[in-house]
């Protein structure tokens, strides 16, 4: 993507969610990669858990 797509693309949220509602997406946003980042980790600490009892 170019940097002009970005500021377009922006500007088109901001025209449709309105900017004192975009704190608050934002927020929403960086909770859920959040939840899916602790989700991710556990899955990769468990597929490893079960790897090296199987290997025993």
């Known amino acids: 993507m ?3 797509h970005l ?3 922006l500007i088109v949220i901001i025209l449709v969610f309105g900017a004192p509602k975009l704190p608050a ?8 990669l959040k939840v899916f980042r602790r989700g991710a980790k556990e899955l990769v ?3 490893e858990h079960d790897s090296t009892k199987e290997s025993a």
């Open 7 to 9: 500021i377009v693309l």
């Open 25 to 32: 997406i934002a927020g929403s946003i960086v909770e859920a």
């Open 45 to 47: 600490e468990e597929n």
């Open 2 to 4: 170019r940097p002009t």
